[in-house]
């Protein structure tokens, strides 16, 4: 399964992601995340619901002052909890259809040091593209890796999906996504 992920997050990938250079350009720095947590909350009146992946796969490129991120997680690697609600959720977002959550973004090199960190996200869910610009995070520095932790502030409404419901009570339209990922850096 892993090997499969990281075959669709490299056919994500743009070529335009990816920068040409000389032969004598100098090596770009290169960036792979080496584990992560994705949680997205989901409420009704009654209910507080998490789900938790922790199957993201990602990498970046910096070059002439600019670096590219992409990070991406299957939509059937959030697990709640309870079964049946994961599935019902994975046919909420189209997720046979849409197997993945892609996000990416570009930040100039200077951004990448300890402290706080503000970036555009462009993100595909659910068969639709969604950008959310000024998204806070806050880097700490561990070693040689980075860790990035922040909240997406994505909507049931930004990408179109009807509010499911849970016991007849329809979820509400904030799904905020707590993002806790350790980068390093390969090159």
């Known amino acids: 399964m892993p090997n499969s992920i990281s075959k669709l997050i490299l056919l994500a990938l743009p070529a335009a992601f990816v920068p040409r250079f000389s032969a004598s350009a100098a090596k770009p720095l290169q960036w792979k995340l080496l584990k ?6 989901v409420s009704t009146a009654l209910h507080q619901v998490y789900g938790v992946s922790k199957m993201a796969k990602g990498k ?9 991120f992409l990070a991406a997680a299957p939509v059937n690697s959030f697990h709640s909890g309870d ?12 997720g046979a259809v849409y197997p993945m959550v892609i996000v990416r973004t570009q930040i100039p090199e200077a951004a990448i040091h300890p402290g706080p960190l503000r970036a555009k996200l462009q993100i595909q869910f659910a068969g639709h593209t969604v950008n959310y610009n000024q998204v806070a ?8 890796n980075y ?8 909507k049931l409404s930004d990408f179109q ?12 339209n904030p799904i905020p996504v707590a993002v806790n990922m350790l980068w390093t850096q390969t090159g």
């Open 83 to 94: 079964t049946n609600r994961d599935l019902h959720m994975i046919q909420s977002v189209r």
């Open 137 to 144: 995070f806050q880097l700490i520095q561990q070693g040689k």
């Open 147 to 154: 860790r990035l932790t922040g909240t997406i502030p994505a």
């Open 36 to 41: 992560a947590t994705l949680t997205y909350h």
């Open 161 to 172: 999906i009807p509010p499911p419901e849970f016991l007849f009570l329809k979820v509400a």
């Open 60 to 68: 970046g490129v910096c070059h002439s002052g600019q670096c590219s």
